[in-house]
């Protein structure tokens, strides 16, 4: 098992900048990719980025913008988010995914509530 803690989140004016930590514990070994993710009001919950063995992908509504790093030494994850805008507002969550033969295995966090007022 895999256990996941987010902090970070908080209320900052359009243009601002946040970042979001997520610290890992438990099984942190068998993590194959970390990501964060995030669902607004009424919508579902969309990728924002994620990272696996140094690669990151991002969704395209945040490129530029927001960058994913991880500190494999503390099994921490990182968000930092910069240019903020309204539509980045909502529950950010952190993800860690464990690949099997089978299909893979999502453990999420609480979630982080991100709101930017314009």
């Known amino acids: 098992q895999v256990q996941l803690v987010e902090s970070g989140g908080g209320l900052v004016q359009a243009g601002g900048s946040l970042r979001l930590s997520c610290a890992a514990s438990?099984?942190?070994?068998?993590?194959?990719?970390m990501g964060w993710y995030r669902q607004a009001p009424g919508k579902q919950r969309e990728l924002v980025a994620t990272?696996?063995?140094?690669?990151?992908n991002y969704a395209d509504s945040v490129k530029g913008r927001f960058t994913i790093s991880r500190d494999n030494a503390k099994n921490t994850v990182y968000l930092q988010m910069n240019s903020l805008k309204p539509e980045d507002t909502g529950v950010y969550y952190c993800?860690?995914?464990?690949?099997?033969?089978?299909?893979?295995?999502?453990?999420w966090g609480q979630g982080t509530q991100v709101t930017v007022s314009s």
């Open positions: 993800n860690a995914r464990r690949h099997r033969p089978w299909g893979p295995t999502d453990y």
């Open positions: 990272i696996s063995s140094g690669n990151t």
């Open positions: 438990g099984s942190t070994f068998s993590i194959n990719a």
